[in-house]
């Protein structure tokens, strides 16, 4: 199965390349829907059954507050220094391991991988 992906304008554009070229359906916010809003990303989000990747902690409010849940789930990295392609690879190796992935809100960060489900 394929998973298709919703990178939000802070993913690195060298990421969404990487993830690109492994393989992967990759929506990039930055250049194909420029500033529209995250309540608008999680509505694109369902419409096209897309896991969004982002840095933004906003989802989570948006998920458990306000009741807007992307069936394919979201990836919230918190890894900070990170080069631009870092995200990509901590994505890709996500994909592979096999961690169901839709109606969560995953967190990845230095310590390791943590999900809710919603």
Excluded: C, W
């Excluded at 990421?15 to 929506?27: E, I, T, W």
């Excluded at 250049?31 to 059954?49: C, F, K, M, Q, S």
């Excluded at 919230?76 to 631009?84: A, D, E, K, N, W």
Aim: aromatic residues 8%; hydrophobic residues 40%.
């Amino acid at each position: 199965m394929v998973i298709r992906l919703l990178a939000n304008e802070n993913f690195p554009l060298p990421s969404v390349n990487y993830l690109r070229g492994h393989g992967h359906d990759v929506l990039a916010i930055g250049t194909d829907y420029p500033g529209i809003t995250d309540r608008e990303i999680v509505e694109l989000a369902t419409r096209e059954h897309r896991l969004i990747l982002t840095f933004d902690r906003d989802y989570g409010e948006l998920i458990f507050r306000h009741q807007m849940r992307p069936g394919a789930g979201v990836v919230y990295l918190r890894q900070f220094p990170h080069s631009p392609l870092e995200p990509g690879i901590l994505v890709a190796k996500l994909l592979q391991s096999g961690i169901p992935l839709a109606s969560m809100l995953t967190v990845m960060n230095e310590d390791g991988i943590r999900q809710r489900q919603y």
